[in-house]
């Protein structure tokens, strides 16, 4: 079946510049995830949502960087007046049931690039 | 702050022989540990899941979990080239919610 899908593929934003990455989940997972991997690094976790609430957004790193799934199925992580730190890859995944202790399906990821 | 450690290698093992990754961990709470394959240029691939102590295996893929030491690790039987990849480790503690990953180990298999 279809996987995790994001758009677009790669983003090239001008410093200032306010930016928005879609994720569109396996069909029926409950929860989905947002992680920024930047070069030579592991998946940080910035943001869970389970159906539509966002139960957790611990690690998103200032408050430029918003996320959405209003109906509890594709969700939009939204950055504004993007940084250069803010270049790194996006990536999105999903879980067929509630929390981190199951196994999560990643997408291809959104590279984010500002110059 | 829950940790996930690897090293980061290069490991270059020959075609053939045994690949093992190992990977540490800072929460002595932590049930559950995946293993991820990630290609150059592409995102994680989940190869394997553990969530009780003891051996997991799945064709050439054999997980480890050791609770009592706090280490997992993931052994790659019969190793091939196209198994070359930087291997995440990771568990919980991403905030509440999340999995926190390693920085990766970079495989290497010789022809």
């Known amino acids: 079946g279809a996987g995790v899908s994001q758009s677009p593929r790669y983003k090239v934003a001008k410093r200032g510049q306010d930016v928005a990455l879609r994720c569109d989940p396996i069909s029926g997972h409950v929860s989905l995830f947002w992680y920024q991997q930047a070069l030579g690094q592991g998946p940080e976790f910035l943001t869970y949502?389970?159906?539509?609430?966002?139960?957790?957004k611990s690690g998103l790193p200032s408050d430029r960087f918003f996320a959405e799934r209003p109906e509890g199925s594709v969700s939009t992580l939204k950055i504004q007046r993007t940084q250069q730190e803010d270049s790194a890859v996006y990536l999105c995944a999903s879980s067929s049931l509630a929390g981190k202790t199951y196994e999560q399906y990643f997408g291809p990821g959104t590279r984010l690039t500002v110059t | 702050q829950k940790e996930v450690e690897q090293n980061s290698g290069p490991l270059s093992v020959p075609e053939g022989a045994i690949a093992s990754l190992n990977c540490t961990y800072s929460?002595?709470?932590?049930?559950?540990f995946f293993w991820y394959r990630q290609y150059s240029g592409k995102s994680p691939e989940l190869i394997m899941s553990?969530?009780?102590?003891g051996d997991k295996e799945d064709g050439r893929f054999t997980a480890q979990l050791n609770k009592a030491s706090q280490y997992v690790s993931l052994l790659i039987r019969d190793s091939q080239p196209s198994d070359s990849a930087t291997y995440l480790c990771?568990?919980?503690?991403?905030?509440?919610?999340?999995?926190?990953f390693g920085k990766g180990t970079h495989l290497i298999i010789q022809p």
């Open positions: 990771a568990g919980p503690g991403g905030g509440a919610d999340g999995l926190t």
């Open positions: 553990i969530y009780s102590n």
């Open positions: 949502f389970q159906n539509e609430a966002q139960l957790d």
């Open positions: 929460d002595r709470g932590s049930q559950s």
